[in-house]
């Protein structure tokens, strides 16, 4: 059975850092894409950073890079997402997702079975 768990969301000010977290049971980072997703009050889930399996590389959206750096820790099976000089318009649920997805679709929610159930962000100006 598939669990992924976010944490580490909370209420901060424009310019802070935040760090999340996502543990992840049944899916390994050798054995599946592990990605992060965020989604605003009245938008699509947007994509912001994926691993490929196998550990090897790595994607960001364009908005996101410089301030966004994911790291894993294949020990703990837990992905981390540092997100430094936030801003409000970064306000939104941040997801954690697993799936198989080739690497031309691992910017599309739809290629991933695997979901958490969120971390809110909010970031206040």
């Known amino acids: 059975q598939v669990r992924l768990v976010e944490s580490g969301g909370g209420l901060v000010q424009a310019g802070d850092s935040l760090r999340l977290s996502c543990a992840a049971s049944g899916v390994t980072f050798s054995t599946h894409t592990m990605a992060w997703f965020r989604q605003a009050p009245g938008k699509e889930r947007e994509f912001v950073h994926a691993i490929k399996a196998g550990g090897g590389s790595t994607y960001y959206a364009d908005s996101m890079k410089g301030r966004f750096t994911a790291s894993k820790d294949r020990g703990k099976n837990t992905l981390y997402l540092q997100m430094n000089n936030l801003k409000p318009e970064d306000t939104a649920v941040y997801y954690c997702?697993?799936?198989?997805?080739?690497?031309?679709?691992?910017?599309?929610?739809?290629?991933?079975?695997?979901w958490g159930q969120g971390t809110q962000v909010t970031v206040s100006s």
């Open positions: 997702a697993a799936g198989t997805p080739i690497t031309s679709a691992l910017r599309s929610a739809s290629m991933y079975p695997y």
